[in-house]
């Protein structure tokens, strides 16, 4: 096991990445504040690992409240938050009752911002299960729901008191959620870390084919530079928006598309050509360099054709973005491999062109 810590001005705790981890409850007790958690989970992931769970911690005379959510992007919303709240409500939960997240991205984000609401504070752990989770959205405590006009655009800044990121719950991955996963591990090889880029290139197939040595390796290293960017600008004023690279298209491609249509992953792949693209349009990446983002990203498993919405769809859906400052979108562009800056504004000619490049492909559009 390999334990990295992430530390804040107000706070500090573990994460701990390795295999096995979800039946070594000793992990997870120091952590309650009283012995009682609510274990958030969807109907996927539920029969596969809530019993399992539970077992454990009950042996250890924790009480459990199971919330089992419906599974999908499309139910990141208010109404689905509602139904934690409820079974909270229902069971008598205090305010030191600790909220587990077991799941992926999306039932990580909700139980956060369930956690940040309840009782205007409660404690909570992550528990990823998807690589995407694990690599990027259980640390860092950004958490959210989406608005049909914004994605996660209602949350709040609430750290867990844990992350434990078991890679034996990978197995169980599907293939297309393992892409979407390897697409946030790009992200970080892209904006920090050349040699992790080339290292992504050289070990695509390993990744692809879930060699134990290879995913743990991915996870740690991704974990480790959120850690670092994170423990700089906890509240994403300065440099922790770079953790944002392709997501300002990738977002826009999934609330052009509705909700579910596209993983996040998939659609931040796709964002990442795009912002290579343009980043190429601004004269600091050549054609070689945006063929072998594209090569790696494809490689990945991932779409390297967004949908074409249209220029003034487009441009409306980016206008939702959280990185909107006074009415101008702030990009994340790439001034060479490995190291990405802010850009504030781009020229709507160039973006329209861009929306018109080879990277958009008219027979993806939404119906």
């Not at 770079?242 to 992953?265: D, P, Q, R």
């Amino acid at each position: 096991m390999i334990t990295l810590d992430l530390t804040l001005p107000d706070t500090r705790y573990p994460i701990h990445i390795g295999h096995g981890l979800l039946d070594q409850v000793e992990l997870i007790l120091p952590h309650l504040r009283i012995p009682q958690v609510a274990i958030i989970t969807n109907d996927v992931v539920a029969p596969l690992y809530l019993q399992r769970l539970t077992q454990q911690l009950e042996k250890h005379g924790v009480r459990t409240i199971p919330v089992v959510l419906p599974d999908g992007e499309e139910h990141k919303n208010w109404q689905t938050l509602n139904l934690i709240f409820d079974a909270l409500l229902a069971a008598n939960a205090e305010r030191k009752t600790t909220l587990i997240a077991l799941g992926g991205g999306v039932i990580g984000d909700m139980t956060g911002f369930a956690a940040a609401c309840y009782q205007r504070g409660a404690p909570f752990i992550q528990i990823p299960t998807t690589l995407l989770a694990q690599v990027d959205s259980s640390v860092g405590g950004k958490t959210a729901i989406n608005h049909p006009l914004g994605k996660n655009m209602i949350g709040a800044f609430y750290q867990p008191q844990l992350v434990v990121a078991d890679m034996d719950l990978l197995a169980t991955l599907p293939e297309r959620e393992l892409s979407a996963g390897i697409a946030e591990i790009i992200k970080y090889g892209l904006l920090g870390d050349i040699d992790f880029l080339g290292w992504l290139e050289a070990n695509m197939g390993k990744l692809r084919a879930r060699d134990p040595a290879a995913l743990q390796y991915a996870v740690r290293r991704s974990c480790e530079m959120k850690a670092e960017i994170v423990g700089q600008d906890e509240k994403e004023q300065g440099i922790r928006a770079l953790l944002n690279l392709g997501h300002t298209f990738g977002h826009a491609i999934e609330a052009g598309l509705g909700y579910g249509k596209w993983l996040h992953g998939e659609a931040v792949g796709a964002g990442m050509v795009l912002a290579a693209a343009a980043s190429q349009a601004m004269g600091w990446l050549d054609e070689q360099e945006v063929a072998r983002v594209q090569a790696l990203i494809a490689a990945a498993g991932l779409p390297i054709r967004s949908p074409d919405f249209g220029a003034a769809e487009w441009l409306r859906h980016m206008g939702h973005d959280k990185k909107v400052e006074s009415g101008v979108i702030r990009f994340v562009l790439l001034q060479k491999l490995g190291q990405a800056i802010i850009q504030p504004g781009l020229p709507v000619p160039l973006l329209e062109s861009l929306f018109r490049s080879p990277h958009i492909d008219p027979t993806l559009a939404r119906q």
